[in-house]
């Protein structure tokens, strides 16, 4: 079993639909990242959550420490926030990031 | 603009040859990494660097090679003792070597995807 698990591993909605995309993981950690893969190859940096809820424009994160979860929220979805999203955990104590599969989201206008 | 610039960004290689991915970066990041990509699997690193002249294996470092002689530089060399080199491959870098840093940011590059004929 992966120590980091991403859901749905694809997902594909309307535009302006609420997107919810979630991460679980296994291991005690001290951060967890989000990222962005467009489909080009490069990636991009959204969030890094220790605790609490992040936003910036129409993307919000929220992790659950004690859960061991985390969300990622998109508002109004518009077929330009179709990439792949990937989810990554720092190990407490730890510069290693363990890595999600990644969810493909597609927005179809 | 500074970022991580990767070349080239598309590779073809014959069995047997060794061929080397270049990483530069002008964030004057400390630490470096490269990963490798393939379909369906999250990340994965093979060789990390925190400083200059010094780094250090990831997972799946067996068949590749490194060398941090410059701040700014971390090549990547993927040697004929890889045995299944095609890949997408991303360089990375951070301003902190502890990714649990609430100052720190992953910058990544545009990958390099290498394809062995």
């Known amino acids: 079993k992966n120590e980091v698990e991403q859901s749905p591993q694809n997902?594909?909605?309307?535009?302006?639909?609420?997107?919810t995309i979630n991460c679980s993981y296994s291991v005690g950690i001290s951060a967890l990242h989000w990222l962005q893969q467009h489909p080009g190859g490069g990636i991009v940096s959204l969030f890094m959550l220790s605790s609490g809820k992040k936003k910036?424009?129409?993307?919000?994160?929220?992790?659950n420490i004690q859960e061991k979860h985390s969300s990622l929220h998109i508002t109004a979805s518009h077929p330009r926030d179709s990439a792949v999203y990937i989810c990554a955990v720092c190990v407490d104590s730890n510069y290693q990031l363990i890595w999600g599969a990644g969810t493909k989201l597609i927005i179809k206008p | 603009d500074g970022g991580i610039t990767q070349s080239p960004k598309y590779?073809?290689?014959?069995?047997?040859?060794?061929?080397t991915l270049s990483?530069?970066?002008?964030?004057?990041?400390?630490?470096?990494y490269?990963?490798?990509?393939?379909?369906?699997?999250?990340?994965r690193l093979i060789y990390y660097s925190q400083i200059v002249n010094d780094f250090q294996k990831g997972d799946?470092?067996?068949?590749?090679s490194v060398s941090r002689e410059k701040k700014e530089s971390?090549?990547?060399t993927v040697t004929s003792a890889q045995k299944n080199p095609t890949a997408f491959y991303l360089c990375a870098s951070s301003n902190a070597v502890a990714l649990y840093s609430g100052a720190n940011v992953l910058t990544f590059g545009a990958g390099s995807r290498l394809t062995v004929l």
Do not use: S
């Open chain 1, 11 to 19: 997902l594909t909605a309307q535009e302006g639909e609420f997107i």
């Open chain 1, 56 to 63: 910036h424009g129409r993307l919000i994160a929220t992790i």
């Open chain 2, 11 to 19: 590779l073809f290689r014959k069995e047997g040859q060794n061929v």
């Open chain 2, 23 to 32: 990483c530069e970066q002008n964030l004057n990041h400390d630490a470096m």
């Open chain 2, 34 to 43: 490269w990963y490798r990509q393939d379909p369906g699997q999250g990340l």
């Open chain 2, 60 to 64: 799946i470092a067996e068949g590749y």
């Open chain 2, 74 to 76: 971390f090549p990547l």
